[in-house]
């Protein structure tokens, strides 16, 4: 079982998923890119930052669970992720959006599927903005997304607003040790229903 983590560029997955990966009972899934590396982004550890040319090499080996183009960059999963932390005996943790979502769905991947929400519209663009990762275009291109991926809401069990990051880390904490116990107390029945935000 894993955790799938989604929502728009900028919501805060990437500082969430770091408070997360405190808990040493987490792993995260390491998803190749073509995109650049950002200040402070480490390979193997942050992403693997591979050639255009290595990613479809490892689409056409078949090596990774799905994958996308995101922004104009290819971005996947890689399999031996999940047998990493098989082996770790570990909880991973994916940061997808949501073609990722819609595949690892259609592959029936068992997981606690979690979007990510903005307080408001006003506040990602504030958030984006404030990171200064992105040239306007850019920035531009992953507002745009963002109203699409947030009308997405049947793809996942839990929406989470990250409001307050605590608070936010926190509720998604609790979400994943409900969804351990509900596994343990018996067959994951029906997650799709009863969805709230929390
Ligand atoms: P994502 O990985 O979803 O693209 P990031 O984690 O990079 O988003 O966060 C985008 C920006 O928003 C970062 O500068 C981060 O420090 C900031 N941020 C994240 N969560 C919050 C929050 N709850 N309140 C205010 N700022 C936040
Ligand atoms: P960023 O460039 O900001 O790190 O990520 C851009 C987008 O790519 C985010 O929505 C993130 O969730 C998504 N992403 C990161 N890794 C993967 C992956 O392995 N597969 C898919 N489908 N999306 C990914």
Redesign the pocket.
């Known amino acids: 079982m894993v955790v799938v983590i989604s929502?728009?560029?900028?919501?805060?997955?990437?500082?969430?998923v770091k408070r997360l990966l405190e808990d040493k009972r987490f792993v995260l899934s390491v998803s190749a890119t073509t995109r650049a590396p950002r200040r402070g982004e480490r390979n193997g550890v942050d992403y693997y930052f591979v050639s255009e040319d290595e990613f479809k090499r490892m689409v056409e080996r078949g090596e990774l669970l799905e994958w996308a183009v995101v922004f104009g960059h290819h971005y996947g999963t890689p399999k031996s992720e999940l047998e990493r932390a098989s082996d770790e005996s570990k909880i991973l943790i994916l940061?997808v959006d949501v073609q990722g979502v819609e595949q690892l769905r259609a592959k029936n991947l068992e997981g606690v599927y979690i979007q990510?929400r903005p307080p408001d519209e006003e506040?990602l663009r504030r958030?984006?903005k404030?990171?200064k990762t992105e040239s306007e275009t850019e920035l531009q291109m992953r507002l745009k997304k963002a109203a699409y991926e947030l009308s997405r809401k049947e793809l996942f069990d839990h929406f989470v607003v990250?409001?307050?990051?605590d608070k936010?880390v926190a509720r998604i904490k609790n979400i994943i040790e409900n969804a351990f116990k509900e596994k343990k107390n018996g067959p994951c029945k029906g997650s799709l229903k009863n969805r709230k935000t929390e």
């Open positions: 929502g728009p560029s900028g919501v805060g997955k990437t500082s969430v940061d990510i506040e958030r984006l404030g990171r990250n409001d307050i990051l936010a």
